[in-house]
């Protein structure tokens, strides 16, 4: 992970020197930016650090490290982020707008729970189009799930739903992904048929979880695309898609501040195995892994 994300090579040059001076505060700041901390959480973090070297009197670089790391995890660990799957069968709700990598997701789930030897099946509700049918029935076996797919073309979704709930409680399947469609630009409509959806679900079963994946590469323009989720959906956990390449750490922080909502999953990469429960004191030390030797 500490390859993937440039925030603990930009310490480097916060850490190496003998002494903390305004060079630097100036360079921690930076760094926290450019991890996409936000300008505010970033202000606050520097704020919060300025504050604790002062209080103990010290100016060695190492004690700023040390602070940094535990601020972190602190601000982290402030969320629950333990997945709630204990219904038999516990039902998931995936949404997220489209382009986000929700279908690989929803099979890398798949995967993630068929490694813990739990039997998943997979509801593909976004009937909108086909090819999305058959993408999330490709990466659905790939996650060694089974797919309840659409009878027909343009089904309604719920029924989809309410098939895939009946199937996983006639095989006694212990959790159901149940994939909706992720168009924004008809939003009262979308809400609806989530809300159908729903209705339709807890007549069968109650909703585990609503997971609301999100693209990191996007930054906080990701967290505004999915407002209507956030507002409408009962979103219970986000998924963070993409954190790779060009995406930076600190976002999962900032949107857990700006949303109040914890992370659950993160995917750091295309393969079936790229996706991983959030666990704050881990990910703090892959994030800020390589700012000292």
Do not use: C
């Amino acid at each position: 992970m500490a390859e993937k994300w440039s925030l603990g090579r930009a310490l480097r040059n916060v850490f190496v020197k003998p002494t903390i001076d305004e060079d630097t505060w100036d360079t921690l700041e930076t760094a926290l930016i450019q991890a996409d901390f936000g300008p505010d959480i970033t202000e606050r973090i520097v704020d919060d650090l300025r504050e604790q070297v002062d209080r103990y009197r010290t100016t060695d670089p190492r004690d700023l490290n040390r602070m940094l790391r535990e601020t972190l995890e602190e601000r982290f660990a402030k969320y629950d982020t333990t997945l709630k799957l204990t219904e038999r069968p516990a039902v998931v709700l995936v949404v997220g707008v489209n382009g986000v990598g929700k279908t690989t997701t929803i099979g890398k789930f798949a995967h993630f729970l068929r490694r813990y030897d739990r039997s998943v099946v997979v509801g593909a509700a976004d009937t909108f189009r086909a090819a999305a049918v058959d993408q999330l029935a490709t990466w659905a076996e790939r996650g060694g799930a089974t797919i309840v797919r659409p009878d027909r073309e343009g089904q309604d979704p719920a029924s989809v739903a309410f098939q895939t709930i009946d199937y996983a409680k006639r095989t006694g399947t212990e959790i159901v992904l149940v994939d909706t469609a992720g168009r924004l630009h008809t939003k009262g409509g979308l809400m609806d048929e989530l809300t159908k959806i729903r209705r339709v679900i807890e007549k069968q079963a109650p909703i585990s979880e609503v997971l609301l994946v999100l693209d990191a590469t996007t930054g906080q323009n990701g967290v505004m695309q999915a407002e209507a989720f956030l507002e409408h959906a009962g979103v219970t956990g986000l998924v963070i898609s993409k954190l790779d390449g060009s995406a930076k750490g600190g976002f999962v922080l900032a949107v857990q501040e700006r949303t109040g909502i914890p992370v659950k999953l993160l995917g750091q990469g295309e393969g079936i195995g790229d996706l991983t429960g959030f666990t704050p004191h881990v990910f703090v030390q892959a994030l800020v892994e390589g700012a000292v030797d």
